[in-house]
Nanobody, 123 residues
Framework: QVQFVESGGGLVQPGGSLTLRCAASGFRFSDYDMSWYRQAPGKEREFVASITMGGRTTAYADSAKGRFTISKDNGQNILYLRMNNLKPEDTARYYC????????????????WGQGTQVTVSS
């Protein structure tokens, strides 16, 4: 069974830092490019950062560039997102997933999403 279990979120003051982690299982983790996404209430889910299967190449949304760092541990099947200098606009629920869907539902959407982890940036 494919699973993504996100953790590490919480309440942090502006300028603070958090490290999110995603424990993945049910597929060969090292064979997939991976990404972090986030979704705030009333907004569409948006891309945050991605990393290639071997961990050698990364990419970031403009909003994350220079502040966030994505990394992975292929031995432990864990994806990380280090978040520095957090801003109120970073407040959202954060999710991880494979870039290419392992399976799709009847509407053609990715069938597997975890519960996410909530990040709230507020003073």
């Amino acid at each position: 069974q494919v699973q993504f279990v996100e953790s590490g979120g919480g309440l942090v003051q502006p300028g603070g830092s958090l490290t999110l982690r995603c424990a993945a299982s049910g597929f060969r983790f090292s064979d997939y490019d991976m990404s972090w996404y986030r979704q705030a209430p009333g907004k569409e889910r948006e891309f945050v950062a991605s990393i290639t299967m071997g961990g050698r190449t990364t990419a970031y949304a403009d909003s994350a560039k220079g502040r966030f760092t994505i990394s992975k541990d292929n031995g432990q099947n864990i994806l990380y997102l280090r978040m520095n200098n957090l801003k109120p606009e970073d407040t959202a629920r954060y999710y991880c997933n494979t870039n290419s869907p392992i399976a799709t539902d009847s509407r053609g959407r990715d069938a597997y999403w975890g519960q996410g982890t909530q990040v709230t940036v507020s003073s």
